[in-house]
Structure formats: C-alpha cells, structure tokens
C-alpha cells in the first residue's frame, strides 16, 4: 500500500551537440529525463566495407560528458535509425548488426536506463532485429529495451490513404509488437513505448494495448490543441487514454517542435492530467503496490490463517455490513413462522475466525429486537483464544465457542440458520462446498444457510505481464510447467479482457442431494473480437447471502468499496495466438477425492490444448 | 544392429465367454494375441443411479482364469462402447466416468499390455475422455492405450455419402487423433490403432499417419480378397500400406467373421508382407535399432574420437570410392598444367584421422600413374599413433605424418591438392569450413580443394515421437527448453515429411573473400498441403567433392549405400498446428565468435515463436 508516485515526463532531442546543455533545459522545463541519439547521425560508422570503414576518430562522445549517476537515470539511448539488420543487402546488413551491437554494447557502458527505437514492419521482416535485441538484452544487465509502437499503421495515418484501396485490411502494428515479443520470448526487459496517433483507434484496439507492458506513452506535440487561456490542452479522447495508461503507471515522452512560450507548458498539462486519474477508494489503497502481483490462493482449511490476515479482512467496510442484513432478514423471516417469540433462534457461525461473524449476527438480533443463541465454531486454536476472550467480557450468555473442526463437531441443537465466510476468490476454491455439506446435518430442516448459494465466472485474458509472473513464479527448482498448474490470487491490472466473464460452477446450501457430488465439468465457448493472445483465464465468483442480499467480485457487479477478494487466475502453459471470430472453447473441471478438492482445465479451441493439472499433480486444495 | 523381429498379429473376439478358450483357438491360428471385452457386454454397471446400481455378483469374470504371465502378454483389453464420459446428460456421464475408471483398474489390477476403444468424434465432443485416459495412464505403470482411429471417416464409407451433400469437406480422423493426443500432452502410452478402411484416403494423408505412433494396423477381414487359390489376399494399395508401415515396427489386429477355412489364412498373408518388406541394404543394416534414436552430434575438433568411431565410419562402402575418383580427377587435371612430368602432386589429407582418405590419395595416383606427396594432418594424437604405423609399414616415403592441429601447422610447402572430411550431418556443423579456412593459407594458387562446397538443407518435419523423445532427453536437472534448442543426429523413421528440403547454407574452399565471414543467415518458406503439425525441421546436406563427384544425404538424391551420415534434426519448443495452405517460414542463423560456432532458428509464419538457442546458450560447437 505504497503511495501514487509522481509524473515521469521525458523530452525528446533529434540531435544533442551537447548533452549537458541539453539536460539543463529539460530539467529547467520540468522534464525528468531526456531522450538523446547514443550516435551522431553524421558520424556513419562501417565495419565490414566501404568508405567509412576507415574514417578516424571516436564514433560518439566519450562517458565523461555526464557523471555515471546522470547517465543512470536521466537519458534514454536512441538507436541510429540507419540501422537496418533485416536488409536484403548483405553488406548493409552486415554493418548494421556491427553498428547495432555497437550502440548496445555503448548503452550498457553507460549504464542508460534503456534504449529505444521504432518497430516500422511485421516479423518477417524483423526476424533478424528481434534475435539481436534478445540475445544481447540476456546477455546484459537489466537494460531496459522501449520499442517504439504506433498506436495507428502509418498507412491509415497518412494523407493519401483512403480504406477502399486497402481492402479495409490494414495490419496493426499490434501485430508487429506481438510477433517482436514472441522472438524475443516475451523478454521483460522488452517493453512498449506506444506512439500516441492523432485518430484514436478503436476502444478495443486501445483496450488491447492495455494488456501489454506498454512502459511508456510517447506524445508529439502536434497532438496538443491550445485552449481559450493559450495553453497546450489534449482532446478528451487523448485525455482518457492518459488516465487509463496512467493507471499502469506509464511514463511519458514528449516529442517534437515546441509551440508555446515555454515547453513547460506541455509538461504541466500531462501533470494535471496524471494528478486527476481515477480517485483512490477504499480497494484502490488496499490494493496498491500488488497489481498483478501473484499470490497463492489461502488454504485456511489445511492451514490455520495469521493474526495479520484475519485483522486485514475484519476491516472491508462492506463485507460485514451485507451479512448483518443478510443475517437480520433471515431472523425476520424465522420470527415469522415460530409460535413462541420468546424462543431464541439458534445461529451457528461456522469457521468464526475472530468473530466478525458472532457480531453480525448479534447486531442483526438485536435490530431485529430478538432473542438468539449462537454457537461460534472455530477450528483454528490461535483464533479460538481471541473468541473466548470476546465470549466471557462482550458476549456473556448469547455466544458459546465451539473449539472443533465443524465437520467434527457434535452439536448438542440444531440450527435455525447456519452463517460462514468460507469463500475464496473463485467462490467454492476454499472449499466451502466441502465444510458446509459436513455441519448441514446439524441445520433444521427448513433451516437457512447464509449464503444460500455463490457462481464462480471465468473470462479468457490476454496479459503478457501474468505470463511472464507465472514463468518466473516459485521455486527455480521445481518443474516450470507446475507454475501453469496453479491457480493464483491476483490484482488484475496490466491486462485485456478478450470476452466477458461467464458463470461455471454454482453451489447451493444446503444441499439434500441424495448423492452429494460436489464434482463439477463444464465447457464454455468465449467469441474473440479481434485478433489476441490467450494468456489465461480470470477467475471471479458472486454469492447470494440471502434473499437479495449479495457480495460480488464480477467486474461487472463488483460490490463498490469491497476489496477481500482479489479476482484469481489460471494461466495457460503456451500463449494461443487467437484470430478475431476463433471460438474459445475451454473446458474446466472441478474435482474430488476423500483428501482434496483440485480444478483441471484445457482449452479445445481455436487449437487444443494439454490438460492442466491432471490428477491434481501440481496443485490441490487440501481437505 | 539387431535383427528384424516377427510379425505379431492379434486376434480380435467380440465377446469371450471362455477366455483360456478363445487364447487357445487364436493360437491353434498363430495369432499372438488377442482382443477381448474387459467386462462382459450385458453387465450393465451403474454406480450414481439407476437401476444396475444395486445388482448383485460380480461385473466380470476374475483373475485366476489366467496365469499373470498370460494376461501380461496375451491380452489387449476393449473397453465397454456404452461408456459416455463426454455426454450431456449428467447421470450418464458419472456412471460412464466410473465404469470407465473401474475397466482401467481392472486393467492395470491385471497387468494387461493395454487396452483399445475406438474414437469416434473431435475432441469438443471428447475432452473428459481425453482427460480421463491422460490421468489414469499418468498413474498407473506403463499400461499402453491402443486409440483406435479410422483411416477414413466413416461418413465417407457410408453408402449414403456423396461429395457434395458436405460441401467436399469431412473431417479427418486425424484430426481426432491430433487433438486427442495434444490434449493427453503427448503421453508416450497412448499410441494409434489404425483400422484400415476399404477405400484408402490420399496418399499424404497416409503419409501423415507414418508421423503419428502408430502402434497397431487393424484390419476387417472385410477388407480380404479371395485369389485364385482361394486364399485371402489384399489389394495392392493395401499390400503397400502393409510394408510402408511394417518399418514402423506395428503390430496387426484382425477383426471380423472369418471367411475361410481357417482364420490361420489371414495370419499366414499378413506374415508373408511382414517377411516381404523392403530388404535390407547396408544403410538399413547398419541403422537397425537407431531408428528415431537421439544423437548428440560429434564434435570432432573439440573432443578426439574413439578407435570404433573411426572404424564404423572407415567402413562406408561408398564415401571413399567417391573420395578416391575425386582425388583421382584432381590429379588428372593438375597433371595436365604440370610441365615436369615427374614432379611429385603434394597432396595435404588435413584431418587424416586413421588414414582412409591418405590410402584413397595413394589409390587415386598409382592409378593415375604419377608420383605424390601425401602430408597426413592429424590433431587427434591417438590416431596418430596408427598413422605412424602405417608410414613406417605401409606408406614408406610416400607419407609425411604430421600430428598437428591443420590450424596451426605451418607447413614447409603448398599443397596441389588439399583433401578433409569434415562434414557432419549438416555440412558446415562439424566446422569444417573454419578448419579449411584455417590452413588453405597452404594451398598453391590453382590448388584444389576436395570436397569444392557443400550445402545444407533443411526441411519441416512432423513426428510425435520426435517431439516426445526431445522432450525426455538428458539430464531431468537441465532446463528443459535446453532440449529444444539442441540439434539431434537421428536415423528419422516416424516421421512425415510436411515439404520437400530446401538449401539453406553453402560454403566453397578454398575462400579467397577479402574478408572471410562464415555467418549465415537465410530465411525459408515452405507450403503446406494438409493439416498437419510442426515439430521442427529435418537437415541433410550435399557436397561436391570435385567436378560432378557428390556426396549427398538429401533423400531424392541420397548416395546409395552410403551409411556415414544420419540426418539432423533440429526440434521446436512448441509444436505448431498448420493448416493446408499454410506458409512455414523460417530463419536460420548460423552464428560465430572466435570461440565458438552455434545455430539459432526461429519461425515466423503462421505463427511467430521464439528464437532458439539465443546466443549459443544451449549448445555451441567449440573451435
């Protein structure tokens, strides 16, 4: 829960005589770094043959010019633009990689923070580029690689374009991007600096992007209107573009001839803009510093839960609030149908924690003005000890706790109404199917089980971000496919959502069943809008408490202020390159045995795919 | 170099009241094994509901009926055609998951060699079957699934089918297979029974099946003719099949009533096409039990071969004869520019090894009739000791040992002739062209060097047994995408080849370039015919040694007899599924330092994938 970190804004220089000069008019202007060639574009070098080959003198100027510590944080190198590795010319080619491997070789002497160049052509023409920057970005320290994107193909951008000529057919330079990434093998030093174009794409064009580790927004200031106060102003298409980006914490670069009295201005403008993005609520604090941060789903069944993680989620201003009135209507609706209203209805919380619950449900009593006896079941004896402190000095009388593994436990009544908080971020994955079907012998009959039933969804999800966390996840030793066999809990952020989400498993309580089968297998076909890449799916789950009382994680009909849920995700071993109208039909399997509770999934189409997780080898939720 | 093995050909019984009886009659016929219900047809099980759930007695007949060494060689057991795993109706589903998982115990209980069912459908209509077979075959021993899949579908056998009711296009079993199999992530127990349809499909489409683990060719005795004799015999389509598939090393099943006098007819004509198969030549001699078998290449010039290295390779029949009339032309065409006639040919055998190119030299002069002087380069001090022998005993006068690496030797004269042999599988991969670049600095002006060039040549390659053997290769504590980024020397027989090679790299000797560059890089597109799947790419190469004296691996012009070169294979990390119409492209680089020389590839087309062996990180060829 880090704080908002300011604006990183960058200039642009074509040409820099002299690199210190150039550095103290950004930073006078405001600008946190600048953009400088590492080369001078006169100085043409040749290694192989022709007349440069032997021209003498330094190719550039020495490391001196800036103390290293400038170097480090203040420039980003711009690879010669002549550099043309994919060259059908030998020669030229030739030259090229020398002079490529030159500049790089340059960049990591110095230490730059990165490097940058425009990607201009589709992979079969950039095979050559793209293996060069990988294998040398590998062999490297951490420098960083922006490659240059524009948000539009240059044919739609210029003058003379008109669709028909094309067919409608004009290639984005998405694709570019995602071929370079795939030959580079989704590098994470291999990042997007993505060339705001003057016409916006369409949303979905731009909500792709959004799933890319887009690292960097670059702006020409052509793209600024002045406004009634003389001031550089962007539309508010650019301007919503700027506050979604922002969002992923990008950085900028300013680029071009300055058209205002002070350069400043531009850079005050983004500011403001970057200053006003989506406001901070109750989820966005909880939740900053863990976008798309991986975390194992909690196995509080197996495991008993920390002090820490109990206090964190007692504090979801929502959460409690629609289980106290889920809790009260049900009192109400019992009240109703029994005789004597003196008879205390007998509530049984089960998995107490330390007692948010056990208050629900004495609040909700006492608003609904009526006598209730509740058992407090625990099965964690750390937490157990906090209970029985709240029993003998707030609860005297009304609460008995009950230090037992609920599928134990003998309990010497039945119950009017069951409460539990069992649900994990995909609903049923903490097993609550499983805990509730082992008390349920101890609810009378008629009796009400709060939630009455909770829907996991799924959604297919482009995020080159989640794959790689999920590469690089774990232990080093472990086989690397167990990483794409797990499920993980994750703040969503750097992502694309290829479709919408769609319900898979529901559950209800309680369940008389003659055959309790809490096995599930269900098949979902998601249609693809435009061309993608399948990473995975986001995992999401509402619950009815009661009546109309509900908690949800869905996108779509999220509980506003509720953060205990972050969605979850199940990645996939290899990234489906999808084709906009594929289908993608996914399988997903929900299994049991005595001892544990595991999923399995694979997709089917557009290209099948290797079960995930058969037999529950890689991971599996521990009954 | 093991010996052909019998045929084995099973009989198959659609229903078995008597097993030691059926085992007996099959054979009484020859049959080696036999096919038989694992549970009896009418003892309908049903374990959710309905009404065989509570029937009484056992649901098939017992273990003792066969000694275990029986069951474990003797039976393949059929899975019950009622199980639905995949259907929409819940409670059929459960009851088939459990009779199917209850037969695959019983199986496994038993120890059969495996069991068969046949596939019927694609896999959206076939994922939990799919998911079932993988997970219960991860678990238990090595119990093999015979998939059995029709060549033909079966829409097309129908009498009722014509052409254009479906538009031209039915769904390949194939097809089934393909997706099946990708789900099972290519479990290596799960292999294809062929059943072998009366109208055989495209020549490709057979041709694909030979890339597939085709265990077992099944066929109807419906499909038998009756010869003049009045025996059964097969068309010769079918005959050809039979031979084509008997270098896979299948196994047979017959099925069916049986027409003739005695079932043993069948048995007899399949045998007499087992026996029949191609015969065997040198290569096939030499190759025998190689066959998909992974090398690491050789590394001649980093590491020194063996004594039986050199003796293997000293037997080729045709190599040498090849060498010694190249040498011999050589030597005629220099006699010729030569004024004295009695001065000595220096012929410089770089790399001489044990000595069977300095024996073809002195061959190649006396038979031209003149006079030579034979130096006898050696790095490998071991085999030098056997050429010292040799000059002592053999070449008295005639041969000038010297035990040096051809690098660094500096040679007292300049050489009329320069003869090596230092191809590997892919040409330049044993690093001959850095060797003869190293000493041609020796070679006189007009010298000749034999071999003149030589070209590799690659070309797209499905085999799932490649794919598998990759995948399994080496140490398990490697990284495993390591694996794939190796080349493999391997005599490639399940395999189908998806396009004919194409050149990739040449080199010529000597090299007179101003500036010598032996990096390459080349990009190749190839057209697929028919769905198919990439698992990487086969290499072959051809030299000319002088004139239009060749060598060549290249299957349309393959020296014959020769056996000294297995092809190389250069695997992907992720197979690809292409589509009929679909371009391949691919990029080769072959990449240099003054250490060391390596390869990367990568493709771009139909889908882009990562570079292989970025900066020789998985495997290099030391200088």
């Not at 799933?211 to 927004?217: A, D, N, Q, S």
């Not at 003998?392 to 609920?406: A, F, Q």
Request: with cysteine; proline share 6%; hydrophobic share 35%.
């Amino acid at each position: 829960m880090s704080n908002q970190r300011p604006i990183s804004c960058g200039l642009d220089f074509c040409a820099v005589p002299d690199l210190s000069n150039c550095l103290f008019t950004a930073h006078a202007s405001k600008y946190e770094f600048i953009c400088a060639p590492l080369v001078h574009p006169l100085f043409k070098r040749e290694f192989i043959s022709g007349k440069a080959k032997d021209r003498a003198g330094p190719f550039t100027r020495p490391d001196i010019v800036l103390c290293s510590s400038d170097w480090n944080t203040l420039v980003i190198g711009k690879l010669s633009p002549h550099i043309k590795v994919d060259s059908k010319n030998p020669s030229l080619r030739k030259n090229s990689e020398e002079a490529l491997k030159q500049e790089l070789a340059l960049a990591s002497h110095l230490g730059l923070i990165g490097v940058t160049f425009k990607l201009t052509k589709g992979i079969k023409e950039n095979a050559n580029l793209s293996r060069i920057i990988c294998d040398r970005v590998s062999s490297m320290y951490s420098l960083q690689v922006w490659v240059q994107v524009p948000m539009e193909n240059p044919i739609k951008q210029a003058s003379s374009y008109r669709e028909e000529d094309c067919g409608g057919i004009v290639e984005s330079p998405w694709e570019w991007w995602n071929a370079f990434r795939i030959v580079c093998d989704y590098n994470k030093y291999v990042g997007v600096a993505l060339i705001v174009s003057h016409d916006l794409p369409d949303q979905k064009e731009i909500d792709r992007w959004l799933g890319e580790p887009v690292k960097c927004l670059i702006f020409p200031t052509t793209l600024f209107i002045t406004n009634k106060k003389g001031y550089p102003v962007l539309s508010k298409a650019h301007q919503t573009l700027v506050k979604k980006f922002a969002m992923l914490e990008v950085q900028f670069i300013l680029t071009g001839q300055n058209r205002y009295q002070s350069i400043t201005y531009y850079h005050n403008y983004l500011e403001y803009l970057w200053k006003d993005r989506a406001s901070d609520g109750p989820v966005e604090r909880y939740a900053r510093g863990y976008e798309d941060y991986l975390q194992c789903p909690l196995q509080p069944l197996m495991d008993n839960l920390e002090s820490q993680t109990y206090e964190v989620f007692e504090k979801d201003p929502v959460k409690y609030t629609q289980y106290q009135t889920a809790i009260y209507q049900a009192i109400n609706m019992i009240v109703q149908t029994i005789e004597d209203k003196n008879k205390k209805i007998v509530i049984m919380v089960v998995g107490a924690g330390r007692g948010p619950l056990v208050c629900a449900s004495l609040n909700a009593a006492e608003k609904a003005n009526h006598p209730v006896k509740v058992y407090a079941v625990e099965k964690n004896p750390n937490a157990v000890l906090t209970l029985q402190a709240l029993e003998k000095d707030l609860w005297e009388g009304k609460v008995t706790v009950v230090s037992c593994d609920m599928r134990e436990w003998n309990s010497p009544e039945d119950a009017d109404i069951m409460v539990s908080e069992l649900l994990g971020s995909f609903g049923d994955n903490e097993l609550s199917p499983e805990c509730l079907d082992g008390i349920q012998r101890f609810l009378k009959p008629n009796g009400i089980c709060i939630p009455s039933s909770y829907t996991s969804y799924i959604a297919p999800v482009q995020s080159s971000k989640l794959y790689n966390e999920v590469r690089q996840y774990g232990e080093k030793d472990k086989h690397s496919i167990a990483h794409f066999e797990n499920s993980y809990v994750v703040h969503l952020q750097n992502k694309y959502d290829i479709a919408k989400p769609q319900p898979l498993f529901t559950f209800k309580h309680p369940n008389y069943a003659p055959f309790i089968d809490n096995s599930r297998y269900e098949t979902r076909v998601f249609k693809v809008r435009q061309n993608s890449v399948l990473h995975g799916f986001s995992g999401y789950f509402d619950t009815i408490l009661f009546n109309n009382i509900t908690l949800s994680t869905k996108p779509s009909t999220h509980s506003p202020g509720m953060f205990s849920w972050f969605p979850i995700f199940f990645p996939i071993r290899e990234p489906v390159q999808l084709k906009a109208g594929d289908e993608i039909v996914v399988h997903f399997w929900r299994q049991c045995n005595s001892k544990k509770v595991w999923y399995e999934w694979c997709i089917s189409e557009p290209f099948p795919g290797p079960i995930h997780n058969p037999g529950g080898r890689s991971y599996t939720m521990g009954l």
